[in-house]
């Protein structure tokens, strides 16, 4: 089984950069595309990632995402931290057409 | 404006049975897969199906294989995901989201509170 794994919480000073990794095992992250969710409280999540590193419509370009085959893992990096990016982000991808989600990452902006 | 829209909060007893649906607008909805997403309180999320409308190509999770049961409707651009016998861990936010080429396309989430 594939399993994308995630620190369970992060924390930054405002105006920081902060970056959130999703480790994969069981299975090979180069093998699929990894999408990156923002989830607010009290709020469904929305992508801001997708495709490894393509940010969605709208996102800032404060957000960024990688892949790094060498370590089976996946980044979001968030520079120049705002309050409101005080969310929980959590890691997709794929196994045999299968959705795959890692355990999500609290990232308090102190 | 692209969107999932969903059914509305249930109560319900143990025992009881649920359909809750997700209807797409905006997109071609029955070309791209859908799936269901369980987050229960205070966790993260966790796949549970997933069902392409155009074919009704059917995956279910080995977790809850046996526990539910993804349709679609492509008259009315709508997924489901129904449940025959609830019990209290049943409760739970449930999200749908549609695979579209630019990440996944959510919808708000059905509140399902199971009870007795």
């Known amino acids: 089984n594939f399993v994308l794994t995630q620190p369970p919480s992060v924390s930054e000073s405002p105006g920081k950069t902060v970056t959130i990794t999703c480790t994969g095992s069981?299975?090979?992250?180069?093998?699929?595309?990894v999408q990156w969710f923002q989830q607010r409280p009290g709020s469904a999540p929305t992508t801001i990632v997708f495709d490894d590193d393509h940010r969605a419509s709208e996102v800032p370009d404060r957000f960024s995402g990688s892949r790094d085959s060498s370590s089976n893992s996946a980044s979001l990096t968030i520079s120049g931290l705002q309050p409101e990016d005080e969310a929980d982000y959590f890691c997709h991808s794929y196994e045999d057409g299968h959705w795959v989600f890692g355990g999500g990452t609290k990232l308090t902006v102190l | 404006e692209v969107r999932l829209e969903q059914s509305r909060p249930e109560v319900k007893k143990p025992g009881e049975s649920l359909v809750i649906s997700c209807e797409g607008s905006g997109y071609s909805f029955n070309d791209y897969w859908v799936g269901w997403v369980r987050q229960m309180p205070g966790k993260g999320v966790e796949w549970m199906a997933m069902i392409h409308p155009r074919d009704s190509n059917i995956k279910y999770s080995p977790t809850f294989q046996g526990q539910v049961i993804i349709s679609a409707d492509t008259s009315r651009s709508t997924a489901y995901l129904q449940w025959r016998s609830l019990k209290a861990s049943d409760t739970a936010i449930y999200y749908c989201a549609s695979d579209v080429p630019a990440g996944l396309l959510w919808g708000p989430g059905t509140l399902v509170t199971v009870s007795s």
């Open positions: 069981g299975g090979s992250i180069a093998s699929n595309y």
